[in-house]
């Protein structure tokens, strides 16, 4: 049982999680968010890898992207700077970004290089469902990995529930058709949705993302899932000149 797991075994309410890019705002600055993060509260976290065509992304992400791209940040890299990762987080981590970057790399290299610095799972969001069935599972259960599939309004009710079936950690709900960054409006077709999921009675717990930004749309999404994700708020909110305050302060919202 990875850490990951191992959270939603323990805590299935109200759970927090951090979306940022790696090698944003600086190259160096990873390793450091992490912490920063952890130590205010985040319960677990979305590192990015970046990549140059970033279609599910919003202007906000992909000029992160496109920064730390611009600074030199590659997979390579990331795996280098996170080789310290277990001796300064506890909390589960996932690596998250497009699968050309991980068929690149190497998909055994990538569960493998995932396992020795202690990422816990990723989310591959143009990583088909046939395709991850059929020839890479086995590589990411060899390494550990818990891979993370994306659910839509969109998505049928057979498909969602062949996700349940191959999902072992959680699955990411996405508030609305829209790329990352718009904000969540919880109207009655998004209440609808997240009925309709609830009602399904899936074995996995589910965490939603895509247009949250603050404690209230935090408080919105945590009332029809397990919690939610953020990712464009908190990346907008770093300061590099001030990456402590500016963590620090972005966070404090949701100590209440």
Do not use: W
């Amino acid at each position: 049982m990875n850490r990951l797991q191992q959270l939603f075994k323990t805590q299935q309410k109200d759970l927090l999680s951090i979306y940022y890019t790696a090698g944003y705002p600086k190259l160096d600055d990873t390793l450091k968010i992490a912490e920063m993060l952890e130590q205010n509260g985040a319960k677990f976290l979305e590192i990015g890898f970046p990549y140059s065509d970033p279609v599910a992304d919003g202007p906000i992400i992909q000029a992160s992207s496109k920064q730390a791209l611009d600074s030199g940040m590659t997979l390579h890299l990331l795996f280098e700077q996170l080789q310290d990762l277990r001796k300064k987080v506890s909390i589960p981590i996932l690596l998250m970004g497009y699968v050309n970057v991980v068929l690149q790399y190497g998909v055994e290299e990538f569960c493998k290089k995932c396992q020795e610095v202690g990422v816990d799972g990723c989310i591959i969001p143009d990583l088909p469902m046939y395709e991850y069935e059929e020839m890479y599972r086995p590589t990411f259960e060899k390494y550990g990995l818990s891979n993370i599939f994306l659910v839509t309004p969109q998505t049928s009710e057979e498909r969602i529930r062949k996700i349940d079936g191959l999902s072992n950690a959680f699955i990411y709900l996405v508030s609305s058709s829209a790329t990352t960054g718009s904000n969540l409006t919880v109207s009655e077709s998004s209440n609808t949705y997240f009925k309709r999921i609830a009602d399904m009675k899936l074995k996995n717990p589910v965490m939603i993302g895509f247009g949250i930004s603050n404690q209230e749309t935090f408080k919105a999404a945590s009332e029809h899932a397990s919690g939610a994700i953020i990712g464009s708020a908190f990346v907008k909110a770093i300061d590099e000149n001030n990456l402590e305050e500016s963590v620090k302060g972005f966070m404090g919202q949701f100590r209440s």
